[in-house]
C-alpha cells in the first residue's frame, strides 16, 4: 500500500482518540475497517492496463484491483462466513461467544465482503455446540436474550448482510419437553399395553419400538428402545409425523416472520436414515413451507456426501446443498493443491458438478466451502506451507460459482485437529488473550499453536493470508459472473499446474481466469482464446508482478490472472 505509513499514523492517532471509549477489540475491528475502506477510497490506478507496464509495488494486486467496483446483488450467489458462536466474540467478559459480540464485529465483517452469516444453533441446549436443541423458539441464554437476536438482524440488515439460522431437525436433545413427555409414557406404561397416541400424542413424534434394532438406544428402565444415530442424547425426530411437522411448520413461521432470511439445515441425509426418496420428500416439504412463509426464504443443506446423492437430494428444489466433495483434507481442492490432483481436474470436477446439479435442479445455487466446524483446520493440511498453497486453496474455493462459505477464522489460517474442540477455538482477534472480546476454548480443547499470526498482526501485512482474503473476495464481488457464471474448461491452457476456465453468464461480463496453483513461475498463450483480452483484476502471493502483454500471460508460482473480453 503506497500511503501505509500516513494511514498506519491516522489508525495510531485515531486509536489514542477512541481508546477510552472502544475495547481493544473494537479498536482492531475499526483499524481493519478503515484499512479496508481507506484502500477502496484511493483514486483508481488502471484496472484497464492490459499490455501496458504494471505499476511499481510490492504487492501489484493492491494497486491494480482497487479501482474495481463492489457489485451488490439481492440474489442467493453470496459469499457467507460461518461462525461458531460460543468462540467468535464475547460481549459480557464471560468467556462465551455471543450475539451482541458478533453485533460488535460486524464492520469487520462486512469490510471482508462477506453478505450472509451462518450462525451455528442459538437454541437453547446444555452443550457448547448446541447441535442438540431444548427448544426450538428460544435463544440460548448464554448467547444473549431474543431482543439481542432482533438486534443482530437487523443490524445485519442495515449492511446488507443476510442472516441464516442453523436448524437441528434429525434430532433433539434428550431433555427436549417432547421427548421428555414420551419417556415419561412410556416409563409409566404398563408392559402389556400398547401406547396410546390420543393420551400422549410426543409418542408419535420420535422413533420407539419394543424391538432393538440398529441405530436404536434402549430407554432406561423400559423394554423400549428409541432411535437415536448420533448420541444417545440426539434422539432421532419421526419427521413423518403431521404433528411434528406441524411444529416444524411453526417454527419456520417463527423465525422467518422475525426476519431470519433462511436456514441451514443440519444433517439433512439423516432424516430418514437409508432412505434417500423420504429425504427428498421431507426436504420438499421444508422448501415448499419455507417459500410459502416468505418466497426469497434460502434453505442450504448439510448433505455430507457424493455428488450422486447431493445431486439425488436437489430434485426436492432446495436451494442450495453444500459441495462436499470438493471439501476436507481429502477432497478436490487439498488433493489439486498438494498435487494428487491436476489443475486440469479441478475445472473438470466444476463442470461435471455444475451439470449433475443443473440436472436435478435447474435453479440450484451450489454452495462451496473449504472447511467447517467439523473439518480439521485448512492451514493443518499443508505442514510446510508458509502461506501460499493456503491462499491459493482458498482461492479455489472462493472462485467457484454458487453462494460461497468460509468458516471463521479461516481467513487467519488458524490451526485445528483432531478432536471437534480443536476445529471449534476461540477466533484469534489478537495474541493477547486479556482482548476485549476475546473467548475461552472449548473446555476439552486441546492446547493448539497457531502457525500464522492474529488478526491484528495480519492487518498490517500486505502479503497476509487475511489480506489475500479480503483480495479474493474483493476480486469474487467484482466480475458477478464469477459466482453467477456455469464453467467452460479452457483445454488448450488448462494442464497439471494451470487451471483455465470460462465462466459464462447471461446476465454479466463473461470472464476468464487462468490460475497457476503450483510453485513455478509459468507463461501462457492466450491467443487461441480470444484476441480481445484484457487483465482485468490480478492475485499474487509475493512480490512478483502478472503480466498480460501480446496474448501471453505470464503467471508468477501462485498467482491468478481474471482476464475479460473487449467489445466485438
Ligand atoms: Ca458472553
Known amino acids: 500500500m503506497a500511503n501505509q505509513t500516513d494511514t498506519n499514523s491516522g489508525f495510531d492517532a485515531l486509536g489514542e482518540r477512541v481508546s477510552h471509549a472502544f475495547s481493544k477489540l473494537i479498536y482492531v475491528v475499526l483499524c481493519v475497517l478503515l484499512c479496508v475502506l481507506g484502500y477502496v477510497a484511493k483514486p483508481s490506478a488502471g484496472s484497464e492496463a492490459s499490455g501496458e507496464t504494471m505499476p511499481a509495488s510490492s504487492v501489484q494486486m493492491l494497486e491494480y484491483n482497487k479501482g474495481l467496483e463492489q457489485v451488490a446483488r439481492d440474489d442467493d450467489y453470496r459469499t457467507t462466513y460461518e461462525i461458531f458462536v460460543s468462540s467468535f466474540c464475547d460481549s459480557d467478559a464471560d468467556g462465551i461467544g455471543d450475539l451482541n459480540g458478533i453485533r460488535n464485529t460486524l464492520d469487520y465483517i462486512s469490510a471482508m465482503g462477506f453478505d450472509q452469516l451462518w450462525l451455528t444453533p442459538v437454541h437453547p441446549s446444555a452443550t457448547y455446540h448446541k447441535y442438540d436443541v431444548d427448544d426450538y423458539l428460544k435463544i440460548d441464554p448464554a448467547f444473549g436474550s431474543m431482543e439481542d437476536y432482533e438486534a443482530l438482524l437487523e443490524d445485519c440488515h442495515a449492511r446488507g448482510i443476510r442472516v441464516l439460522m442453523d436448524l437441528v431437525l434429525n434430532h433433539t436433545s434428550d431433555t427436549h419437553p417432547w421427548f421428555r413427555a414420551a419417556t415419561d409414557y412410556l416409563r409409566e406404561l404398563p408392559n402389556d399395553w400398547e401406547p396410546d397416541v390420543e393420551y400422549c400424542p410426543y409418542f408419535d413424534y420420535y422413533h420407539f419400538s419394543r424391538t432393538p434394532q440398529d441405530g436404536y438406544v ?262 458477478p459472473a464469477i459466482a453467477r457464471g456455469t464453467t467452460e474448461m479452457v483445454d488448450g491452457v488448462c494442464d497439471e499446474g494451470v487451471a483455465a476456465f470460462i465462466r459464462r453468464s447471461a446476465d454479466d461480463q463473461d470472464v476468464l481466469v487462468v490460475m497457476n496453483l503450483r510453485g513455478q513461475a509459468t507463461e501462457k498463450d492466450l491467443s487461441t482464446v480470444a484476441d480481445n483480452l484484457s487483465l482485468a483484476a490480478v492475485l499474487g502471493t509475493n512480490d512478483e508482478s502478472i503480466s498480460y502483454n501480446q496474448g501471453k500471460l505470464n503467471l508468477p508460482a501462485y498467482s491468478i490472472a481474471v482476464l475479460t473480453f473487449g467489445k466485438e
Not at 432421532?236 to 422467518?256: C, G, T, Y
Not at 435442479?361 to 505442514?383: L, W
Not at 454458487?402 to 471449534?424: C, I, P, Q, T, W
Not at 476475546?438 to 492474529?454: G, R, Y
Request: hydrophobic content about 35%; overall charge negative.
Open 218 to 479: 434402549q430407554l432406561e428402565g423400559t423394554n423400549w428402545y428409541y432411535e437415536a444415530r448420533f448420541w444417545s442424547e440426539m434422539p432421532d425426530l419421526n419427521l413423518n409425523s403431521e404433528a411434528v411437522r406441524k411444529e416444524i411448520r411453526n417454527v419456520l413461521q417463527f423465525w422467518l416472520d422475525k426476519g431470519v432470511d433462511g436456514f441451514r439445515l443440519d444433517a439433512v441425509t439423516s432424516y430418514a436414515t437409508g432412505s434417500p426418496q423420504e429425504n427428498v420428500e421431507f426436504l420438499s416439504f421444508l422448501t415448499k413451507t419455507c417459500k410459502g412463509i416468505d418466497p426469497d426464504c434460502y434453505l442450504v443443506g448439510e448433505a455430507w456426501t457424493d455428488r450422486s446423492s447431493i445431486a439425488t437430494l436437489y430434485t426436492s428444489g432446495i436451494d442450495s446443498l453444500f459441495d462436499f466433495p470438493f471439501a476436507d483434507s481429502g477432497g478436490i481442492i487439498a488433493q489439486t493443491m498438494n498435487g494428487s490432483r491436476s489443475a486440469y481436474d479441478y475445472v473438470r470436477e466444476m463442470v461435471d458438478a455444475e451439470a449433475a446439479y443443473r440436472g436435478a435442479n435447474p435453479d440450484y445455487v451450489d454452495a462451496p466451502f473449504y472447511t467447517n466446524h467439523d473439518t480439521s483446520r485448512s492451514a493443518s493440511f499443508y505442514s510446510s506451507d508458509e502461506g501460499p498453497v493456503t491462499k491459493m486453496a482458498y482461492a479455489l474455493s472462493l472462485f467457484m460459482p454458487g453462494d460461497s462459505f468460509v468458516y471463521y477464522g479461516e481467513e487467519l489460517g488458524m490451526e485445528g485437529a483432531g478432536k471437534d474442540e480443536n476445529k471449534r477455538g476461540p477466533m484469534y482477534w489478537s495474541d493477547n488473550a486479556q482482548t476485549e472480546g476475546m473467548c475461552s476454548a472449548p473446555s476439552n480443547m486441546d492446547e493448539v499453536q497457531m502457525k500464522f499470526p492474529s488478526l491484528e498482526a495480519q492487518t498490517k501485512d500486505d502479503l497476509s493470508l487475511w489480506r489475500w482474503f479480503a483480495e479474493v473476495i474483493r476480486v469474487r464481488k467484482a466480475f
